[in-house]
């Protein structure tokens, strides 16, 4: 089989040179198309490692939010177990509203007045749980607040002590005062 050069050499279309030319040349194209495939094909896989790397960053994201409310749901559930495990009674006869701030609102509860006098002596704390308010010694309600501090009603202690300018120093505030 004669190629297309060949028969041109033979009727004397072109000459040695020329062919030789073409074949130079068309080998150096062959040559820039397989560096060009092959760029393509790096391309082609820099593109797969970037989509591949982006699923696994989501996934990542994924899997940390997960854990995050898996975290929340366990630290709620200890929560609900130390309240009801550590609970006190408001009292038999509870008589005595008991006001306090809970967030941006002002809540109530009925207690009797020795368990009035310990929540204001600091040894019963309110905590906000399932809806309603229950009471816990103080040492549990630190616990608490370690894992939830806005559910801990903090009542703030009142100092007895009368500073020497006070111009109200003789006015002393009723202990059974109500608001």
């Known amino acids: 089989m004669m190629g297309l050069a060949d028969?041109?050499?033979?009727?004397?279309?072109v000459d040695k040179k020329k062919v030789k030319v073409v074949h130079?040349?068309?080998g150096k194209q062959e040559k820039d198309n397989r560096r060009a495939g092959i760029e393509a094909v790096d391309e082609v896989k820099l593109a797969a490692q970037e989509?591949?790397?982006?699923?696994?960053e989501k996934a990542r994201l994924a899997n940390a939010e997960r854990d995050a409310a898996a975290r929340q749901k366990a630290i709620a559930a200890q929560i609900t177990?130390?309240?009801q495990q550590n609970k006190q009674s408001k009292g038999k006869h509870g008589d005595i509203?008991?006001?306090?701030?809970?967030?941006?609102?002002?809540?109530?509860?009925?207690?009797?007045a020795a368990v009035r006098e310990h929540l204001v002596a600091g040894r019963l704390v309110i905590v906000g749980e399932g809806g309603g308010y229950e009471l816990v010694p103080r040492v549990i309600a630190d616990k608490i607040a370690e894992r939830n501090p806005d559910i801990v009603v903090r009542v703030k202690q009142t100092t007895t002590a009368v500073e020497e300018d006070d111009p109200y120093a003789a006015f002393q505030i009723p202990d059974d005062l109500m608001w």
């Open 97 to 112: 509203a008991y006001n306090f701030t809970f967030g941006t609102k002002i809540e109530r509860i009925y207690v009797s």
């Open 81 to 83: 177990q130390m309240v």
């Open 24 to 26: 130079q040349t068309k």
């Open 51 to 56: 989509q591949q790397r982006q699923a696994a």
């Open 7 to 13: 028969q041109l050499l033979k009727a004397g279309l």
